[in-house]
């Protein structure tokens, strides 16, 4: 760990994580809590009740301007010019060469975007939007705001009592709604594949928003360790890990993330490659992975073909608290991402039998409205 | 009987020449949820220092290492299917390997439970 201590910023909760036995450690460059009562535990909760997950590391950015959503299209490969008013749309910040330099989440308000980026990417992601977008783009970090997401299968019916009228969004929608006297930007989103709500709130706000939403027997804090064990069930991709400027939209596969327009189009930074591998494929794909037996393969272990070459390389591995054994993602050459083909992975001079398997690895429980 | 343990939390309960080795609370309550043992199997020498088993958590892999030189008498059989009894009883029921000392002065060394409790402490 190359981050110390003192240079850690702090989160407006620490001290209410600290009261609930969160162990801190340095994420992004806070002080932040990776687990209270144990990573299982908080996981299995999660998928069962509610959690209550502290990422106000995260950065939260507003773009206003004359043809905002135009001028973000140019660095970022997802359609939004025709997103509507309250939608949310997953995208990529993308270099030239169309290498991810981050993954957001888009919102259009009214007149302008709101995005959240990654914590340990926020002020590189802030630089990158500020020389590369067209004049006439302004972009603010709100950086005293706090960001909470509460995810499972017990969410809406909590956060109903609290801020009523959430439980009418859909998945990927968002609105201001009144918590308990506080204003609040909820959307139903998150990164756990369950059912969900990301909850935008002043910084000195946020300690009585967490305290109303722990006071509810569903509810518990839950640390980063199960939030990526959580998206690693879901086959999310983790920025820094899974992906980084050395992996394209269509190599990390989210190509769903490119709408159609965008692809016949383009206009995107790294468009021409980007295009191209829409088209032909790309050399590398990320892919999921069953690994045999109880030990995880973690990131930076080698996957082999059956010849015993190496192909490809683990980019995140964990145990499964709720299938009970491994899981992992990784790139592979392309000829070999297809589900069923059974490949080794290399760990510390031990071979592993694991077999290319379509995520997510747990199914998603999103709340999609029926025709929305 | 003495208990021992070493600077890298193992800790070693001996009897004449055979030893017990394991982790201590400190170091399950550290590496949190434990997911995976894999111990070494009987007859294997290890030397001080040998790198003789793997712990996983469901965030990363440790080695643990044998406190003392000697020939494995075997790995404790239960951690296979029940990996969590290290989260549960450390320093009892959750053992990793029992080892034939080569040479019991090498205990000398190491530290013993009141002197290491208090160590813990400062960490």
């Known amino acids: ?90 995208s990529m910040l993308l270099d ?51 960001l909470l997401a509460l995810q499972g299968p017990r969410a809406a019916e909590v956060l109903e009592t609290l801020a009523p009228g959430v439980s009418d969004l859909s998945f990927m929608q968002g609105a201001a709604f009144n918590f308990a006297g506080t204003p609040a930007w909820i959307s139903r989103s998150g990164y756990t594949g369950e059912d969900g709500f990301e909850i935008s709130v002043a910084g000195n706000a946020v300690e009585a928003v967490a305290d109303a939403l722990t006071a509810h027997e569903a509810v518990k804090p839950i640390g980063l360790g ?36 965008r692809r016949s189009e383009g206009g995107f930074a790294g ?35 059956s010849e015993g070459t190496e192909v490809g390389r683990i980019t995140s591995g964990t145990f499964s608290p709720t299938l009970q054994r491994p899981i992992a993602m990784g790139y592979v050459a392309a000829p070999l991402a297809e589900a069923g083909t059974v490949l080794k992975v290399e760990q510390r001079g031990k071979l592993f039998e694991a077999s290319v398997t379509p995520m997510p690895f747990v199914p998603h429980r999103y709340h999609r409205k029926q025709g929305a | 009987m003495s208990l021992h343990f070493t600077g890298e939390h193992e800790w070693i309960r001996v009897e004449g020449d055979v030893g017990t080795v394991g982790i201590s609370n400190h170091a399950q309550e550290a590496l949190g949820d434990i997911v995976f043992v894999e111990v070494p199997e009987g007859g294997r020498s290890l030397n001080k220092g040998d790198d003789a088993a793997v712990v996983e958590s469901v965030k990363a892999a440790s080695d643990v290492y044998s406190p003392v030189a000697g020939e494995v008498i075997e790995g404790n059989p239960a951690l296979a299917d029940d990996p969590a009894l290290v989260n549960r009883d450390p320093e009892g029921e959750g053992w990793f390997f029992k080892i034939r000392l080569a040479d019991t002065s090498e205990l000398d060394g190491l530290m013993d439970e009141a002197k290491y409790r208090e160590w813990v402490k400062t960490l």
Not at chain 1, 29 to 39: A, T
Not at chain 1, 99 to 124: C, E, P, Q, S, W
Not at chain 1, 277 to 287: D, M, P, S, T, Y
């Open chain 1, 226 to 261: 199960a939030r990526d064990s959580l998206r690693l069930e879901a086959g999310l991709p983790l920025y820094g890990h899974d992906l980084d400027t050395n992996t394209t939209p269509v190599m990390a596969d989210l190509q769903f993330a490119i709408q159609k327009r």
């Open chain 1, 271 to 305: 468009d021409m490659r980007i295009l191209a591998e829409l088209e032909n494929g790309a050399a590398q794909k990320r892919v999921g992975l069953n690994v045999e037996g109880r030990q995880p393969v973690r990131e930076g272990a080698l996957i082999l073909d």
């Open chain 1, 96 to 146: 030239d060469n169309g290498g991810i330099i981050d993954d957001l989440m888009a919102t259009r308000r009214a007149d302008h975007f709101y995005v959240v980026v990654n914590g340990a990417t926020k002020h590189g992601d802030i630089e990158q939007f500020e020389r590369r977008l067209p004049k006439g783009v302004v972009l603010d970090h709100m950086k005293e705001q706090a």
């Open chain 1, 1 to 90: 760990m190359a981050e110390t201590t003192e240079d850690l910023q702090t989160l407006s909760l620490d001290a209410w994580h600290r009261s609930r036995g969160a162990r801190m450690v340095p994420f992004a460059g806070y002080s932040m809590p990776v687990q209270y009562e144990g990573v299982i535990a908080e996981h299995v909760w999660t998928r069962t009740n509610a959690g209550l997950f502290d990422v106000s590391h995260m950065g939260q950015l507003t773009f206003h301007g004359d043809r905002v959503d135009a001028g973000l299209e140019t660095l970022l490969p997802g359609e939004l010019q025709l997103l509507k008013d309250g939608r949310l749309r997953y």
